[in-house]
């Protein structure tokens, strides 16, 4: 009988144990990708309980910890994330691979481009997966199974470090995409970011006089608005150049439909709102 294969990984550390490294690290142990799993965070109440929970090996409040890992994980927000290399960089041991989950690349990448301390290399990459909930009591070893994870290096990264975040991604059971930080930047605006924005600023407008009249389809629209605010806060003005732009075409989207519903053009209103239902059904097919 032959012996069991060895993890990839000897250690991991994931600095920042929320929703999106909680549930790398479930996804870890799950399918036993490493030896060890290190937990760094600011609250030593809510590590010890997710170490407790089992959820990771052994925990943190100091950066120093990450030094004996081969693969750190940083899943903090993105306004803190280029600082959280750079720190965990200056911890790590000779030639570890840091890799991050931030929804926002452009901003990091070309910040952490010039290179890092002790041989460490930092390759940019984005799992498209998550909710509006917070906290790593809500973990899930499957959040990350057939997703999208997009991984973004810069033209000095090397092949080989690239090649193991992306492998690393594929692992925990998701599908990887490769594109150049501002590529990615704009796709996300779009698709992830603008979502909120709308969400946020629909929910906004909800007076006392109506909300009992809010029912499932202005709940399912805003569901997202319950997003943690300094999170959101920090991805706006990091990607903010991307947003705008995006928040200006939908402007134009809505002036374009409020004209065709004042005009009363029945035709016009039918064409738009067409479009629309075929394009949101393209993502169910």
Request: glycine share 8%; aromatic share 4%; net charge negative.
């Amino acid at each position: 009988m032959s012996a069991a294969p060895s993890p990839p990984f000897t250690e991991i550390a994931i600095v920042g144990v929320g929703l999106i490294g909680g549930s790398i690290a479930a996804a870890v142990k799950q399918r036993g990708l490493a030896k060890n799993i290190v937990g760094i965070g600011r609250s030593r109440d809510r590590l010890n309980a997710a170490q407790q929970s089992g959820l990771v090996d052994a925990v943190s409040v100091d950066v120093a910890a990450t030094g004996s890992s081969d693969f750190v994980i940083v899943c903090t927000p993105v306004d803190r994330i280029a600082a959280d290399v750079r720190a965990v960089a200056g911890a790590s041991r000779c030639g570890a691979l840091i890799t991050d989950a931030g929804s926002v690349k452009g901003t990091i990448c070309h910040d952490l481009a010039g290179g890092l301390r002790n041989g460490t290399t930092f390759v940019g990459s984005h799992p498209l997966a998550g909710s509006e909930k917070t906290g790593w009591e809500h973990a899930q070893a499957d959040l990350f199974q057939n997703r999208l994870c997009v991984i973004t290096p810069c033209p000095n990264d090397s092949a080989l470090a690239v090649r193991t975040v992306d492998e690393f991604w594929q692992s925990i059971g998701m599908n990887t995409r490769q594109m150049s930080p501002e590529e990615h930047d704009r796709a996300l605006a779009l698709t992830s970011h603008l979502p909120h924005a709308v969400a946020a600023a629909l929910s906004s407008m909800l007076s006392s006089e109506v909300r009992d009249f809010a029912a499932t389809g202005f709940r399912d629209t805003t569901r997202i608005a319950s997003g943690d605010p300094s999170i959101w806060t920090g991805i706006f003005l990091q990607n903010a150049e991307s947003i705008t732009m995006q928040i200006d075409v939908l402007i134009e989207r809505l002036i374009q439909l409020r004209d065709l519903a004042s005009q009363q053009d029945a035709d016009g209103l039918d064409a738009l709102l067409s479009q629309a239902k075929h394009k949101r059904k393209q993502l169910t097919d």
